[in-house]
T-cell receptor, first 110, second 117 residues
Framework: TQLLEQSPQFLSIQEGENLTVYCNSSSVFSSLQWYRQEPGEGPVLLVTVVTGGEVKKLKRLTFQFGDARKDSSLHITAAQPGDTGLYLCAGSYNFNKFYFGSGTKLNVKP | GAGVSQSPRYKVTKRGQDVALRCDPISGHVSLYWYRQALGQGPEFLTYFNYEAQQDKSGLPNDRFSAERPEGSISTLTIQRTEQRDSAMYRC???????????????FGPGTRLTVT
């Protein structure tokens, strides 16, 4: 059983569309991170959130940590082909050991 | 500057052989992590070190797997008597902070693709 469930598993959209992906758990985390991974590469950190209700923006990407610190969402505005990749969330209880979700595979078609 | 490097990048071995996977973290990084990642899935935690001390090895699947970081820099993940189910991408990551606060970043290496035939 996965500690962090991500949905949807796959998402294929047209360039310019908006999308939201979700990361859910029954556990309360001290911090949660979002990564993007491109084929053949390692994951690259996008953001870390630590406070319940926290919202962080990174250009067209908006990240939210749930009030109870059990879930998170990533919203992408006006998706571009360069956003294509595997989006992973990772939660930690103690800032040392991270549990990764299974990821959302996003494909943005030109 | 140089990122995390791993060697070999690809390893094909026969069932029953031992393999050693190497990770060279970013210079000065305190923490070093080993993960295993199946294709299209998220990394699965194996073990991590702060300096030379192995802090948590709860993710190692069984006693055929071991890891060391004797001088607090380079780390080796060793798999003894390999089995076909050990085939996977093994990734190493390092970060600059040890225990404590959030907001730090794990830098991942390119991984070693292990195939056991």
């Amino acid at each position: 059983t996965q500690l962090l469930e991500q949905s949807p598993q796959f998402l294929s959209i047209q360039e310019g569309e908006n999308l939201t992906v979700y990361c859910n758990s029954s556990s309360v985390f001290s911090s949660l991170q979002w990564y993007r991974q491109e084929p053949g590469e390692g994951p690259v950190l996008l953001v870390t959130v630590v406070t319940g209700g926290e919202v962080k923006k990174l250009k067209r990407l908006t990240f939210q940590f749930g009030d109870a610190r059990k879930d998170s969402s990533l919203h992408i505005t006006a998706a571009q082909p360069g956003d294509t990749g595997l989006y992973l969330c990772a939660g930690s209880y103690n800032f040392n050991k991270f549990y990764f979700g299974s990821g959302t595979k996003l494909n943005v078609k030109p | 500057g140089a990122g995390v490097s791993q060697s070999p990048r690809y390893k094909v071995t026969k069932r029953g052989q031992d393999v050693a996977l190497r990770c060279d973290p970013i210079s000065g990084h305190v923490s070093l992590y080993w993960y295993r990642q199946a294709l299209g899935q998220g990394p699965e935690f194996l073990t991590y070190f702060n300096y030379e001390a192995q802090q948590d090895k709860s993710g190692l699947p069984n006693d055929r797997f071991s890891a060391e970081r004797p001088e607090g820099s380079i780390s080796t993940l060793t798999i003894q008597r390999t089995e076909q189910r050990d085939s996977a991408m093994y990734r190493c990551a390092s970060s600059s902070l040890g225990t404590g606060t959030g907001g730090w970043e794990q830098y991942f290496g390119p991984g070693t693709r292990l195939t056991v035939t």
